[in-house]
């Protein structure tokens, strides 16, 4: 077996913004594989101000993994513990590489164009006038589950956009989320949980920073809002640790990103650990390529979700990797064009 490291750099098609900031690019890493009869593809999606792979050594550590394979090693994913990307590209593309067709890595009715699986429609953080165009053309797209950015804006502008969209659509016809990426204070929060509950908000993503366990349980405890944990979950690397904070914070769901995670099998036990605690989850992409995407989404639909999953980022890039995924009124769906095209 041969192995080989490429990197991509993929350009938003519109700047997208968030409490941390605006994106305008992100880098892809990818490991291939190759032996005298098959080939495997993984991504290793680090996402800038979210992972914790250390930056500096990123490319020296994927170049030594690549050796080591070249020497007639084979390097398992668990040992990467610390850049959780890089397992998650290395896991994925051992199944590619191991898989009939190294573009379907979980078959499954989802594969076969059978089944698709509903994704929410996401609002980027922007001026109000931008963000109110979004929502108009994720409504015309057919999305029954709106996910908008908050935290860059003063709240009651935000809220506001909100509010007009709940007099428009009862919860039983939209369901709205929103995503705080850690925007606020302790005090802040309550005050906007208080009034998210007023419109009936489906759940908040990480309403305070990670790290602040007891003020995080403390909220989940008392928010009028389910509460989801997201950032929070990143450099839990460690089984038990999952088990326990979960126990400690008891949050209403999770949020679920292989990429900054370490990958399937990190993500999985969360999901195991989560379902002990009766605590929902569902899984969201974290801005990887098409060829990320395409293998979360695969493994998504070989797992018992339940509804809406933010899958939505395929569409992001003027550059992103050509392939059959394609979004259909609020569905992600595999199709049967057009043809994987994959840059190198």
Known sequence: MKAQWKKYTLEFKQPSGTSRGILHSKTSWFIILETATSWGIGEC?????LSIDPLETYEAVLETLCQSINRGERPLPSTYREYPSIRMGLEMAYRSLEAEDPMILYPSEFTKGQKSIPINGLVWMGSLDFMQAQIEDKL?????????????LDFQDEYRLLKALRARYPADVLTLRVDANGAYTIDQAQRVLDALAKIEVHSIEQPIAAGNIEAMARLCAQSPVPIALDEELIGHAVTDDKAELLAFIKP???ILKPSLLGGFTAAEEWIASASKQ???WWITS??????????????TATLPTKGPQGL??????????SG????????LV?????AWAIPF
């Not at 999606?45 to 101000?49: M, Q």
């Not at 974290?286 to 493994?299: F, H, K, R």
């Not at 059959?324 to 569905?331: M, T, V």
């Open 324 to 331: 059959p995924l394609a979004i259909k009124n609020g569905y």
């Open 334 to 338: 595999c199709a049967n064009s057009p």
């Open 252 to 254: 209403q769901y999770i």
């Open 312 to 321: 939505g980022t395929g569409s992001l890039y003027t550059n992103n990797i």
């Open 45 to 49: 999606g680090y996402l800038a101000g």
């Open 278 to 280: 009766a605590c929902g």
């Open 140 to 152: 015309n797209e057919g999305y029954d589950c709106i996910k908008m950015k908050i935290g860059s």
């Open 286 to 299: 974290a801005l990887e390529s098409n060829i990320g995407l395409n293998a979360l989404a695969q493994w």
